[in-house]
């Protein structure tokens, strides 16, 4: 069973764009979570996605937001990007939004802002 | 709300040396644990789990885990270290929004880099 998968790998943005990642979780695989990681502050929670609806969200400026398609794939956006969105970006997908529910993470999207 | 610490940075052992990671949480109910490990270049793959019953937790690649409620510690453990555990490992704890299980995100702790020396 192919594992998650993120695309692309690698971006490089300059300040002020806007980008848009995709995750395709796991065939049968509902929920979709989305995880920032930076040497600074570590994994954070982005936000969780469910039938296409947003389940929970983490402390994150607005300027990042998600969305699911009816096949469970995801994306998500940042607009307006600063300096300091430069991170790998995860996505985890799962059967359910059930803690129970093993996440398993894709190889991440590498961002560097310029 | 829910934290996780993970004292050490960096750990260096020998190959072949008992492993000990440490890692302590904050949270107000009972906590759902799990540790990660991330190698280079790689997303985070799932250790172990415990969510509740017997506190020793086994897990993949010879791992163990003990839930320790009164210390709120959930170490990691392995008897004999191999080159190919040398990785960042990250220490969760899942906060529930709701009963039954649902709805929940993780918090993860800084991570404990591992080296392992021949």
């Known amino acids: 069973k192919a594992g998650v998968t993120q695309t692309p790998r690698y971006l490089i943005k300059t300040r002020g764009q806007q980008v848009t990642l995709s995750c395709s979780p796991i065939?049968?695989?509902?929920?979709v979570s989305w995880y920032q990681q930076t040497p600074g502050q570590g994994l954070q929670f982005l936000f969780e996605?469910?039938?296409?609806?947003?389940?929970n969200k983490g402390n994150f400026p607005g300027r990042f937001s998600g969305r699911q398609f009816s096949n469970s794939r995801s994306e998500m956006n940042v607009s307006t990007l600063e300096l300091g969105d430069s991170a790998l970006y995860l996505c985890?997908?799962?059967?359910?939004?059930?803690?129970?529910?093993?996440?398993?993470f894709g190889p991440g999207t590498r961002l560097t802002v310029l | 709300a829910q934290s996780v610490t993970q004292p050490d940075i960096h750990i260096t052992v020998s190959e072949g040396a008992s492993l000990e990671l440490r890692c302590n949480y904050s949270?107000?109910?009972?906590?759902?644990l799990f540790w990660y490990v991330q190698s280079p270049g790689q997303g985070l793959q799932l250790l172990l789990k415990?969510?509740?019953?017997?506190?020793l937790v086994q897990g993949i690649k010879g791992f163990e885990a003990e839930f320790k409620r009164s210390q709120s510690s959930f170490n990691l453990r392995k008897p004999s270290v191999h080159w190919s555990d040398a990785a960042e490992y990250f220490c969760a704890v899942g906060a529930v929004r709701h009963s039954g299980g649902s709805n929940y995100k993780l918090t993860f702790g800084k991570g404990t880099l591992l080296t392992v020396n021949p």
């Open positions: 065939s049968g695989h509902r929920s």
């Open positions: 415990y969510f509740s019953g017997d506190t």
């Open positions: 949270y107000g109910a009972t906590p759902y």
């Open positions: 985890a997908s799962s059967l359910s939004t059930d803690i129970t529910d093993t996440q398993y």
């Open positions: 996605y469910f039938s296409e609806t947003q389940r």
